[in-house]
């Protein structure tokens, strides 16, 4: 994992996969929601998801798969415990514009670094 810091926000970073994996409270201080409650309220959990479960890199146990979104769905994997959420590749991003409407700095970080683009379909801005 490579770590990466943007205003106070460590993103950690696996170069294999181009997966990410924020710790509790980073995704709050990305999209600038006060506390852990109003991202939570924001999802919704995936009963029998055939995506294979991935183990929380904090306690090693297998995380809980949740959606922020009913009609594109975007199933990601957010530990029992709270120590954090696990994005695959480019699912940061969705999530992100999913969740807050404006324009955002931290999306197009993402997309610089990771070299991902949302289309205009999926609620980017090309």
Not at 29 to 38: I, Q, R, V
Not at 99 to 121: A, P, R, Y
Request: charged residues 30%; hydrophobic residues 35%.
């Amino acid at each position: 994992m490579i770590i990466l810091e943007l205003k106070k926000t460590e993103v950690d970073y696996c170069s294999d996969c181009g997966g990410i994996w924020l710790d509790k409270g980073e995704l709050e201080l990305m999209t600038g929601f006060a506390d852990n409650d109003s991202i939570k309220s924001l999802l919704i959990q995936v009963a029998g998801s055939s995506e294979k479960k991935k183990r929380c890199p904090v306690c090693t146990k297998r995380m809980s798969k949740f959606t922020s979104d009913k009609l594109n769905p975007i199933i990601i994997d957010v530990c029992n415990q709270m120590h954090g959420i696990w994005f695959d590749f480019g699912e940061l991003q969705k999530v992100i514009s999913n969740i807050t409407d404006e324009s955002n700095e931290m999306i197009e970080f993402l997309n610089d670094v990771f070299k991902f683009k949302l289309s205009k379909k999926e609620g980017g801005k090309k």
